[in-house]
C-alpha cells in the first residue's frame, strides 16, 4: 500500500509541474506580444523629424526640352528649394538637369496632362535629386518648383 501512495504521489507533481510550466509559457508569450503590439503601437505615434529649415532658390535658367512617346516633347523649366543647411553658395545644378530627362523622356503625354500624374514624376524626381545632393547625411534640397511645364 505504500508504494501505491508514493506513486499516486508521484504522479501528481509531474501533472501540477506541467500545468505549471504550460501556465508559464502561455504567459510569457501573452507578455511577449502585449509589449511587442504596444511599442509598436506607440513606434507609429512617435514625433516626427521637424521638416527642415528653407533655405535658398536656385532657378535653373534655360527650360529643357525633353522628349515624351510618339514624337511630343515636354517643356520643363524648373527650381531648387535648397536647405538652410546648404548655405548660400552656388550648386552645380548639372545633375539634377540630367536627372529630369532621365525622370521625363519616354512618358506620355496622357501621364502629365494629369495632376496625379505630375505630383508622381515631380515626387520622384525630387527623391533622386534629394539623394544625389546629400552630403555627410545632410539634406541640402527639400523641394522642387515647377517653372515651366508645357507638353506637345
Known amino acids: 500500500m505504500s508504494k501505491e501512495k508514493k506513486e499516486a504521489s508521484g504522479d501528481e507533481p509531474k501533472k501540477s ?3 505549471l510550466m504550460i501556465i508559464v509559457i502561455a504567459a510569457v508569450v501573452l507578455l511577449g506580444g502585449g509589449g511587442g503590439a504596444f511599442f509598436m ?3 507609429g ?3 516626427a523629424a ?3 529649415e528653407k533655405g535658398v532658390v536656385v532657378a535653373i535658367e534655360e527650360p529643357l526640352t525633353i522628349n515624351l512617346t510618339d514624337g511630343h516633347y515636354l517643356k520643363l523649366g ?3 528649394q535648397m536647405t538652410a543647411d546648404a548655405g548660400a553658395e552656388a550648386i552645380d545644378t548639372s545633375e539634377a538637369l540630367n536627372l529630369a530627362i532621365d525622370e521625363y523622356t519616354g512618358k506620355t503625354v496622357a ?3 494629369t495632376e496625379k500624374g505630375r505630383d508622381a514624376a515631380k515626387a520622384t524626381l525630387l527623391t533622386k535629386i534629394e539623394e544625389a545632393y546629400k ?3 545632410k539634406q541640402m534640397i527639400m523641394d522642387i518648383y515647377y ?3 508645357v507638353t506637345q
Open 17 to 19: 509541474k506541467k500545468k
Open 41 to 43: 503601437l506607440k513606434g
Open 45 to 47: 505615434k512617435a514625433e
Open 50 to 52: 521637424p521638416p527642415p
Open 78 to 80: 524648373f527650381a531648387l
Open 111 to 113: 501621364e502629365l496632362s
Open 135 to 137: 552630403e555627410e547625411e
Open 147 to 149: 517653372t515651366s511645364f
